[in-house]
C-alpha cells in the first residue's frame, strides 16, 4: 500500500532558468463551461459540460524576493514555464519513502503583478498571475493531462475527450 506525503519540493524553469525564491504556484482550476438542462421530459435540471470547453485557467507565481527572473514575468508575451516537483509517497510494503516525478508545464501570459512589500526581515512576498492557453501534467514522464485552449484538446488519461469537436469542425 502507498501512502501519499505530498510535495517534497519542486523548482519552475523557463527558458531552462529555474527561478530562485520561488514560495510557491498555486496551479490553474480546470472547470468546465457548462448550460442547465431542463425542459419537457425532464423530472428536474442539472447542469451538463461542454465536453472539451473550459472556464478561462490562471497561474499564480508567489516570490520570497524580487529578481530579474520575476520581473520577467511581467513582459507581454507568451510565457511557457517547466513546474518539477518531487512528490513523497511512503511505500507500507517496502518499508520505504519513494519519490514521484511530477511536472507541469504552463503557456500563458501575465495579467496581474504584484511587486509585493518591503519589511525587515521578511520576504517581499510578490507575485505574478499569467492566463493560461496551454496545460499540461506528466507523472513520471507519462502525459495524465493535457487542456490546450487554442487547439481544441482536452486530454486526460489517454483518452482526448474534444478529438470528435475538432473533427466536427474539421481540424
Known sequence: MQVDNGTNTFAVYEDAVEYYGMAEVTLPEISAKN???????IGGGFNAPYVGQTEPMSITLNFRRTSKEAVR??????????????????DNTAGRFKTQAVKHVVIGFPTKTNPGK???ASPTD??????VTYFATFIDGEKVLEVDVLNNIYYVNG???AEDVRKAIGK
Open 159 to 161: 483518452t482526448d475527450y
Open 35 to 41: 448550460e442547465e438542462i431542463s425542459g419537457a421530459g
Open 73 to 90: 514575468l511581467s513582459e507581454p508575451r507568451n510565457h511557457q514555464l517547466d513546474l518539477r516537483g518531487a512528490q513523497q509517497l511512503w
Open 126 to 131: 510578490g507575485s505574478c498571475e499569467l492566463s
Open 118 to 120: 518591503l519589511a525587515n
